[in-house]
């Protein structure tokens, strides 16, 4: 079956410009992460949603990071004012979750390459 | 805070030796270890996932063992091939506190098998 998508697999955009970077997880899944990959930083949680429950948005970096998650599949992680640092390869997972926790086995999208001139 | 290290940062042996990649966790506190592996420019692949009551798993050449109390975990390669040069990730699943159900990865481990 398919897997994780992400869209677009590459961005570039001006400093001060919006961006909308989309995941459609697999078919069935609960659970959605998103992670942000820079170097120097290494690969760091973003944002969490499980399905109807409020999202763990603890990993966001500023306020002008934000994500939805609709009808408990898509989601879109929207940046605001983009700045050079926000420059990286952001990754979208999914995982089948759970009632009682994420136990299980979080698959990758082949990430949303970012760059912020 | 859950802090996750490889070691060693970078290796490279010739084709058809046997590796151990190494990956420790401060906080026991956890669900699972992923392994994962990363091609340049592409995203993460699955190898092998440990849940916190077991203590190792198997596929193909790869074994990957679990030891929780002392928040080790190594990867093991055998026979390794140049098509095995890649970038390996630990992660870990946390299960307490503000980190419950995120990964937290450590920094990778670069290798590269030549033939």
């Known amino acids: 079956g398919a897997g994780v998508s992400q869209s677009p697999s590459n961005k570039v955009t001006e400093k001060g410009k919006d961006v909308e970077l989309r995941c459609d997880p697999i078919?069935?899944?609960?659970?959605l992460y998103w992670y942000r990959q820079s170097l120097g930083q290494g690969l760091e949680f973003l944002i969490y949603?499980?399905?109807?429950?409020?999202?763990?948005k603890s990993g966001l970096p500023s306020d002008r990071f934000s994500a939805e998650r609709t009808g408990g599949s898509v989601s879109t992680l929207t940046i605001q004012r983009t700045q050079q640092e926000d420059s990286a390869v952001y990754l979208c997972?999914?995982?089948?979750?759970?009632?009682?926790?994420?136990?299980?086995?979080?698959?990758f999208g082949p990430g949303t390459r970012l760059t912020v001139l | 805070k859950q802090e996750v290290t490889q070691i060693p940062a970078a290796l490279s042996v010739p084709e058809g030796e046997n590796l151990v990649l190494n990956c420790s966790f401060t906080?026991?506190?956890?669900?699972?270890l992923q392994w994962f592996r990363q091609d340049p420019g592409k995203g993460l692949t699955s190898l092998l996932l440990?849940?916190?009551?077991?203590r190792e798993q198997t596929s193909g050449r790869l074994n990957a063992s679990l030891d929780k109390s002392s928040g080790r975990s190594t990867l093991y390669i055998a026979a390794s091939q140049p098509g095995d040069s890649a970038t390996y990730l630990c992660?870990?699943?946390?299960?307490?506190?503000?980190?419950?159900?995120?990964?937290?990865f450590g920094q990778g481990t670069i290798l590269t098998v030549h033939p």
């Open positions: 997972a999914s995982s089948p979750g759970s009632s009682g926790g994420p136990l299980v086995e979080q698959f």
């Open positions: 078919s069935g899944h609960t659970a």
């Open positions: 949603f499980q399905g109807n429950s409020a999202p763990d």
């Open positions: 906080d026991s506190a956890i669900y699972n």
């Open positions: 440990i849940q916190s009551s077991q």
């Open positions: 992660a870990v699943l946390n299960a307490g506190g503000t980190s419950y159900g995120k990964l937290t």
